[in-house]
């Protein structure tokens, strides 16, 4: 009788032992989810610009008449060109497509640094960390000399007086200055002339000498001759812009370009807009949206999406003119998707592009 009471304890025990171990191994339920972003793209508008600033001679008003040369500018100006124009793209969490990826979904997900989605279920890296770039803003890159006339004469300001005037220093007139300035011009054209057509042959033993004597006397030509029709002077700046591209592609001002301040934010009217355009290629947009429509009563119960990135043209306008132009992937200009849910139940590896959100790969787990 003992060992059947015995025998009878342990029967009625084992269940409850069971069904105990068996609760403490079931999988956790999740009641929360983990909130990641799809990425957007961003256009990066690196921009080279000139600044052009005129200064008139000292001698405009006598170009002419001593020299013959009309129309001089006697006016000083500054004016701004756009030199070179380079467009990058680069990518950021996009704050219109934040989600929470919930049950399965929400202990598969592989995220980037900046919280995008990168994978699910997947090994592979989740790439480089996001890195900062600064951009230029009026750097000087390249410039001419400051100076714009250096002060040079070869006749003196005073001569020696007589007599008449207790010998005191006499200032040289104007006119008579300038008459030596636009008298010298003509010298180094002669000089040149003779030079060149072997006229002074014995001065110039080698063909060296006859490159550095023209050489020379056409820096001093120049050098006089600015005194009349004025200098220029350029300087080179480099801007850099960074641009996030509204859903539909609106056009709207990158920067501004103004004579006298240069390259200037677009929120100052002082200056003319440059645009920024964009031309959204349509059929494939249209084709996307057409299959974006699910037969699974189900899709996107685990909150986990995906981007199907657009196409557009970019187009960079100064004045009704096109400066630059490129053909990029944008991922908003796109359409955002359900990952289906049978990719979701841990037999397979998803990996996204971390520059668009787009699925990159599928692959079944073995």
């Known amino acids: 009788m003992k060992y059947l009471a015995l025998i009878i304890a342990i029967l009625l025990v084992s269940p409850v032992f069971g069904q105990r171990k068996k609760e403490e191994v079931a999988a956790p339920v999740f009641t929360e989810g983990v909130i990641y972003a799809l990425p957007r793209t961003g256009v990066r508008v690196k921009v080279q610009a000139v600044k052009e600033t005129f200064q008139p001679g000292s001698y405009a008003a006598y170009a002419e008449q001593l020299l013959g040369i009309r129309n001089v500018k006697n006016k000083a100006s500054v004016n701004w060109i756009i030199d070179e124009v380079k ?12 989600y929470k990826a919930m049950g399965d979904g929400a202990f598969l997900v592989n995220l980037s640094a900046d919280g995008c989605l990168t994978g699910i279920n997947s090994t592979h890296s989740a790439g480089e960390k996001v890195k900062t770039e600064t951009n230029m803003v009026g750097q000087i890159a390249e410039t001419d000399a400051n100076d714009y006339f250096q002060y040079f004469t070869d006749s003196p300001l005073y001569t020696a007086g007589d007599s008449t005037n207790n010998y005191r220093p006499v200032k040289v007139a104007d006119e008579q ?18 030079i060149a057509a072997g006229l002074v042959d014995e001065l110039h033993p080698d063909g060296e000498a006859y490159k550095a004597s023209l050489k020379e006397l056409k820096e001093i030509e120049k050098t006089y001759l600015s005194l009349f029709i004025g200098k220029y002077n350029t300087e080179k700046a480099i801007f850099g ?12 001002a990158l920067f501004r370009i103004s004579e006298e301040g240069g390259i200037i934010p677009a929120t100052d009217l002082s200056g003319k ?12 947009a249209q084709k996307q949206a057409g299959l974006l429509k699910s037969d699974n009563p189900a899709a996107g119960a685990s909150g986990v999406y995906y981007r199907i990135p ?41 990996d996204f592009d ?8 599928i692959s079944k787990i073995k």
């Open 273 to 284: 807009p440059v645009m920024i355009e964009f031309e959204i290629e349509n059929e494939l």
């Open 177 to 194: 200055k300038i008459s030596k300035a636009a008298q010298r011009i003509l010298e180094c054209r002669r000089l040149q002339f003779e």
């Open 310 to 350: 657009g196409k557009a043209n970019i187009r960079i306008v100064n004045d009704m003119n096109a400066i630059a132009t490129a053909r990029g992937t944008i991922a908003q200009f796109g359409a955002v998707a359900p990952v289906p849910e049978e990719l979701l139940s841990g037999d397979y590896a998803v």
């Open 354 to 361: 971390a520059e668009t959100g787009a699925i990159s790969n």
């Open 241 to 252: 812009f960074d641009y996030i591209p509204k859903t539909g592609g609106k056009s709207e």
């Open 87 to 98: 467009i990058e793209m680069f990518s950021e969490p996009d704050p219109e497509q934040v």
